[in-house]
């Protein structure tokens, strides 16, 4: 949101002026955009709706296993932490695309950094998971086989 001024010194020029939003109202507006992100990724990113999917199930599983607390926010926090950093490429993904849709070398090498920093945020939760369960799903195999 923007709103003219009358002051002398911006009287010759015609640029508006952006308000300045402070506590609550800055937060919301945060919040808004937030949002807006989040949608913008979900509608245009197919991996993004999938890791939404994983968490879908994995979340809800996480205060059911038999863990420590500590344990629980590992869990957690490791899936989270895939959709972050997919939020993240898809917003480098997003400003080399509006920079440029031709081919370029660094183009290409900020885009790749962003897939690997994703491939490295799953095999960070996927080894969490595997860390935390294996130990209690081989407990319950050999207790009931």
């Known amino acids: 949101m923007v709103r003219s001024t009358s002051s002398p010194k911006a009287a010759g020029t015609s640029k ?23 949608v913008a990724t979900w509608r245009e990113e197919s991996a993004f709706r999938q890791e939404v999917c994983v968490a879908a199930v994995l979340l809800p599983i996480v205060p059911f296993v038999p863990v420590s607390a500590a344990e ?39 885009k790749d950094c962003g897939s690997a920093a994703v491939t490295v945020s799953i095999v960070i939760g996927a080894l969490t998971w595997g860390v935390i369960c294996m130990p209690l799903a081989w407990r319950w195999l050999s207790a009931h086989l």
């Open 72 to 110: 629980h926010v590992l869990l957690a926090a490791s899936v989270l932490l895939v959709l972050l950093v997919e939020l993240i490429n898809s917003s480098i993904e997003a400003a080399i695309d509006r920079i440029s849709l031709e081919r370029h070398e660094l183009s290409g090498r900020a």
């Open 16 to 38: 508006p002026v952006p308000i300045k939003r402070s506590g609550l109202l800055r937060g919301l507006f945060a919040l808004r955009h937030s949002r807006d992100g989040i």
